[in-house]
C-alpha cells in the first residue's frame, strides 16, 4: 500500500552570518531558515528548506497541519492543499524575502518545501536520487561560482571572523583567492551596490588581472540608473561574463539591454512565471537565475528552464543563505537541467554551521558532485539540528532585516536602489 503523510515538522533554525555588505545593507549576524520535515505511516522522511523569517513560517505551518493522509505522490494535489490553506495568499497577499526581492503571491514560497520534501519521500521510496524523478541526471558534478561580497572584519561587539575585511580590490581580490584556493571555484561573482560603481569595476579589474580568463559577474541588485548602466557595460565588455541586476525593473533591464553586447541576467526583475512575457517582449535579460525556492520547487523549476529554451535565454541558479537540505535540492535540479549551462550561486562557503551529517555535499574543484543516493541523498544531523533550533530561540533575530541591522549601526544610511 502507498505511503501516506502521518505528521510534518517545521524547525526554525538560525546559523551565524558574517556582516556581508549590500544595496540594501549588512547581514544580520544570523541568518534563519526552516527545515521541513514529511513523516509518513512507513516511517519515512522526506525533508526541505526555506526561508526561515516569521511571517513564511505562519504560512508553513497550516499547511503542514493539513498535510497528514496526503499521498506524496500526488504533486498536483498537494498545489491544490497549499492553495486552499493559504486561501487569499495565492493572489492579493504576497511576500518578501529580505528587503529585496517581492513576489505578488506567498504561494510558490510556501509551496517550495513541502513539494522538495515529497519528491525527497518519492526517492527514498523507490530507491531513485530525485535527479531521477527530474528527467534524469544530464552532468554528475555541478559547477557553482565563488560568492564575493564587501564586507566589515566583524559584526559591532563581536570578533573578528576568519574572512576579515573587504572593503577595496584587494581585499575582494584577497577574498577570492581564499576561495579559489579553498574550493577550486571556475568563476566569480561580486555582490555590488556598495560602492560607487567606479570602485566596483575596479575591484572587478583587479579580479580579472588576478585570475586571467576566469568567468566574472558583477551583481549590484539594481544599484544603479540605466544610463549608469550602459556606461559601467561599455567599461566592463570583454570583462564580464554577464551583468546581473544592473538597474531595477524589466523597463530599465530593456533599456540597458538594448545599448550593450553584455549578456544582462536577472534575479530580481524576473522571479515569477508572470514575469516571464513582459521581460521576453522587451528582451530586458538574456540569462534568468532560477531558483526553486521562489519559483514554487523542483518541477515548476524544470518547466522555467523549459521556457527560457524555448525563447534562448540562458539559465544559472540563485543562491541566498542557505544550509545543506537546500544545496542538495540546488544539486540535484541543476543536474537534471541539461539547459543550466553558467556555473550556480551559492553562500555554501560563508557558513560554519548545518544541520545534514557530513560526507555527502563537498566542493572539489569548485563543483558538488551529484548525490547517487536515494531521495536527496541527504540526512539531518539530530544534534546539529537541535543546536541550531536553540540558536534561532535564543538570538531574538526573527525576520530579516538588512536595512534595519544597518541602520542601527549607521542611522543615516540609506538603500542603495538606482543611487548612482
Given at each position: 500500500m502507498r505511503?501516506?503523510v502521518s505528521?510534518?515538522?517545521?524547525?526554525?533554525?538560525?546559523?551565524a552570518?558574517p556582516?556581508?555588505?549590500n544595496?540594501?545593507g549588512?547581514?544580520?549576524?544570523?541568518?534563519?531558515r526552516?527545515?521541513v520535515?514529511?513523516h509518513?505511516?512507513?516511517?519515512?522522511v522526506g525533508?526541505g528548506?526555506?526561508?526561515?523569517?516569521e511571517?513564511?513560517l505562519?504560512?508553513?505551518r497550516?499547511v503542514?497541519?493539513?498535510?497528514?493522509?496526503?499521498?506524496?505522490?500526488?504533486l498536483?494535489g498537494?498545489r491544490?492543499?497549499v492553495a486552499?490553506v493559504?486561501?487569499?495568499d495565492?493572489?492579493?497577499?504576497?511576500?518578501?524575502?529580505g528587503?529585496?526581492?517581492?513576489?505578488?503571491?506567498?504561494?510558490?514560497?510556501?509551496?517550495?518545501?513541502?513539494?522538495?520534501a515529497?519528491?525527497d519521500?518519492?526517492?527514498?521510496?523507490t530507491?531513485?536520487?530525485?535527479s531521477?524523478l527530474?528527467?534524469g541526471?544530464?552532468r554528475?558534478?555541478?559547477?557553482?561560482?565563488g560568492?564575493?561580497?564587501?564586507?566589515?572584519?566583524?559584526h559591532p561587539?563581536m570578533?573578528?571572523?576568519?574572512?576579515g575585511?573587504a572593503?577595496?580590490?584587494?581585499?575582494i581580490?584577497?577574498q577570492?583567492?581564499?576561495?579559489v584556493?579553498?574550493?577550486?571555484?571556475?568563476s566569480?561573482?561580486?555582490?555590488g551596490?556598495?560602492?560607487?560603481?567606479?570602485?566596483?569595476?575596479?575591484?572587478?579589474?583587479a579580479?580579472?588581472?588576478?585570475?586571467?580568463?576566469?568567468?566574472l559577474?558583477l551583481?549590484?541588485n539594481?544599484a544603479?540608473?540605466?544610463?549608469t548602466s550602459?556606461?559601467?557595460a561599455?567599461?566592463l565588455?570583454?570583462?564580464v561574463?554577464?551583468l546581473?541586476?544592473?538597474?531595477p525593473g524589466?523597463?530599465?533591464m530593456?533599456y540597458?539591454?538594448?545599448r550593450?553586447?553584455?549578456?544582462?541576467a536577472?534575479?530580481m526583475c524576473?522571479i515569477?512565471?508572470?514575469h516571464?512575457?513582459?521581460a521576453?517582449?522587451a528582451?530586458a535579460?538574456q540569462?534568468?537565475l532560477?531558483?526553486?525556492h521562489?519559483w514554487?520547487?523542483?518541477?515548476p523549476?524544470?518547466q522555467l528552464?523549459?521556457?527560457?529554451?524555448?525563447?534562448?535565454?540562458?539559465?544559472?541558479?540563485h543562491?541566498?543563505?542557505?544550509?545543506g537540505?537546500?544545496l542538495?535540492?540546488m544539486?540535484?535540479?541543476a543536474?537534471?537541467?541539461p539547459?543550466?549551462?553558467?556555473?550556480?550561486?551559492t553562500?555554501?562557503p560563508?557558513?560554519s554551521?548545518d544541520?545534514i551529517?557530513?560526507?555527502v555535499?563537498?566542493?572539489?574543484?569548485?563543483a558538488?558532485?551529484?548525490p547517487?543516493g536515494?531521495g536527496?541523498g541527504?540526512?539531518?544531523d539530530r544534534?546539529l539540528?537541535?543546536?541550531?533550533?536553540e540558536?534561532?530561540?535564543?538570538?531574538?533575530v526573527?525576520r530579516?532585516e538588512?536595512?534595519?541591522?544597518?541602520?542601527s549601526?549607521?542611522?543615516?544610511?540609506?538603500?542603495?536602489?538606482?543611487?548612482?
Amino acid at each position: 500500500m502507498r505511503s501516506r503523510v502521518s505528521r510534518v515538522e517545521i524547525t526554525p533554525v538560525a546559523f551565524a552570518d558574517p556582516p556581508l555588505l549590500n544595496v540594501v545593507g549588512v547581514h544580520q549576524p544570523y541568518a534563519l531558515r526552516a527545515i521541513v520535515e514529511v513523516h509518513t505511516d512507513t516511517g519515512l522522511v522526506g525533508l526541505g528548506e526555506t526561508y526561515g523569517d516569521e511571517a513564511i513560517l505562519g504560512r508553513l505551518r497550516p499547511v503542514a497541519a493539513a498535510l497528514p493522509g496526503h499521498d506524496p505522490y500526488d504533486l498536483n494535489g498537494l498545489r491544490r492543499l497549499v492553495a486552499d490553506v493559504l486561501g487569499g495568499d495565492t493572489g492579493g497577499a504576497g511576500a518578501s524575502y529580505g528587503g529585496m526581492l517581492d513576489l505578488s503571491s506567498a504561494f510558490a514560497g510556501v509551496h517550495s518545501p513541502f513539494e522538495v520534501a515529497c519528491l525527497d519521500l518519492i526517492g527514498r521510496e523507490t530507491d531513485r536520487p530525485v535527479s531521477d524523478l527530474l528527467g534524469g541526471a544530464v552532468r554528475d558534478r555541478v559547477p557553482f561560482s565563488g560568492y564575493l561580497f564587501y564586507k566589515w572584519a566583524r559584526h559591532p561587539g563581536m570578533a573578528e571572523d576568519t574572512w576579515g575585511e573587504a572593503l577595496d580590490p584587494d581585499g575582494i581580490v584577497a577574498q577570492a583567492k581564499r576561495m579559489v584556493d579553498g574550493w577550486g571555484f571556475g568563476s566569480l561573482k561580486l555582490k555590488g551596490g556598495v560602492f560607487d560603481p567606479d570602485q566596483e569595476c575596479a575591484a572587478i579589474e583587479a579580479l580579472a588581472e588576478a585570475f586571467p580568463g576566469l568567468p566574472l559577474r558583477l551583481d549590484p541588485n539594481g544599484a544603479w540608473t540605466p544610463e549608469t548602466s550602459v556606461r559601467v557595460a561599455e567599461r566592463l565588455a570583454g570583462v564580464v561574463e554577464y551583468l546581473e541586476d544592473p538597474t531595477p525593473g524589466i523597463d530599465g533591464m530593456a533599456y540597458v539591454a538594448a545599448r550593450t553586447d553584455v549578456p544582462l541576467a536577472t534575479n530580481m526583475c524576473v522571479i515569477a512565471f508572470e514575469h516571464l512575457k513582459p521581460a521576453v517582449a522587451a528582451d530586458a535579460v538574456q540569462i534568468v537565475l532560477s531558483d526553486h525556492h521562489l519559483w514554487g520547487g523542483l518541477r515548476p523549476s524544470v518547466q522555467l528552464a523549459g521556457i527560457c529554451d524555448t525563447f534562448g535565454m540562458g539559465l544559472s541558479m540563485h543562491s541566498n543563505s542557505h544550509l545543506g537540505v537546500s544545496l542538495a535540492a540546488m544539486v540535484h535540479l541543476a543536474a537534471a537541467t541539461p539547459n543550466l549551462t553558467y556555473a550556480c550561486d551559492t553562500h555554501y562557503p560563508w557558513k560554519s554551521e548545518d544541520v545534514i551529517a557530513p560526507g555527502v555535499l563537498g566542493f572539489d574543484g569548485g563543483a558538488v558532485e551529484v548525490p547517487t543516493g536515494p531521495g536527496l541523498g541527504v540526512e539531518l544531523d539530530r544534534d546539529l539540528l537541535g543546536t541550531l533550533h536553540e540558536q534561532y530561540l535564543s538570538c531574538g533575530v526573527r525576520r530579516r532585516e538588512d536595512t534595519v541591522y544597518m541602520r542601527s549601526i549607521e542611522p543615516g544610511f540609506e538603500v542603495n536602489t538606482a543611487r548612482w
